[in-house]
């Protein structure tokens, strides 16, 4: 489990890194008078993916440590995190 922290930490990072550059090319193309909404779509993305990530890293180390009631639970939150997301997505489409 010492290593997950690790891979966790770095996933996290890169997923704010990689959302950080989206809204700096969204804004510099908004800037340069194009009405582009892709990069912020995709930085929004990666933001809410980057705590799944996490969850599902956690999930993968709680089923290679056989610790099955953490594994459940792990399992219940990824679910719900996904439930969430979609729905997020889908509302913010129709509003679109």
């Not at 966790?8 to 990689?18: A, G, H, P």
């Amino acid at each position: 489990m010492e290593g997950l922290e690790a891979r966790v930490q770095t996933l996290l990072i890169w997923s704010v890194r990689f959302c950080l550059l989206c809204f700096i090319v969204g804004l510099a193309l908004r800037f340069g008078g194009y009405p582009a909404n892709w990069p912020f779509d995709v930085g929004i993305l990666v933001l809410m993916l980057g705590p799944l990530g996490r969850v599902i890293l956690s999930l993968l180390a709680f089923y290679q440590d056989r610790d099955w009631p953490f594994f459940l639970a792990t399992v219940g939150v990824v679910l719900v995190l996904s439930m969430t997301f979609i729905a997020a997505w889908s509302i913010r489409t129709q509003v679109a």
